[in-house]
């Protein structure tokens, strides 16, 4: 080929024709080998199954680990140390996502209503909870309470309203009123060893 001819427009030196025929485009399913911080050392499904590194580019919190499938997006080049991978998505991965934040961290919803859901469990933890608020509304069709001590504090009308109430106590069971009045439309009854009435 002559000098002409390689200065033709249109007309790819060799060399360069021969590096862009090399350089291949994969984006597809991938194999998390091992994890070392951002680099993910992943196996990409194609028929060499040829081990490359690629950079954890995830705009949601994972965690990866050895096993996980993910999306990888990259090119080959003719260089090995030119190749170039990204980790843009997830298949199936076996860690839970967590979210993590240094420090105070607010969630806040402004001028709009805050929900959390679930279509399982929704769990709290911390040392110490605090609940403030105008109006505690709780909707359940069981509640269950266990706790080593409970204390209530309620400066108007303590009301419930039951179908049923039983109440068992293995130790004292002690009430303190200014006035009692105990109403019942069929029977009262009162079964003890012992019954003191007055001082």
Known sequence: MTSSELSSPGVTPPTRRAATE???????????????RQDLHVTLDEADARPVVATAAFTFPYTPAAGDRLLVLGQALPSPQSASYFAVGVLSGSR???LAFEGDTSVQAVHGKLTLASDQAIELRAPRIT????????????????ADHVRRWVRG???IRAGNSRRIVDGEDSTRCQNSTTLAKDTVKIDGDQLHLGH
């Open 22 to 36: 090399q350089a291949t485009t994969y984006l597809g399913p991938a194999t998390v080998v091992r994890v070392e």
């Open 131 to 146: 609940v403030r608020t105008g109006l505690l509304r709780t909707l359940a069709t069981n509640i269950i309470e266990k």
């Open 157 to 159: 009308t303590l009301a």
């Open 96 to 98: 839970p996502n967590v």
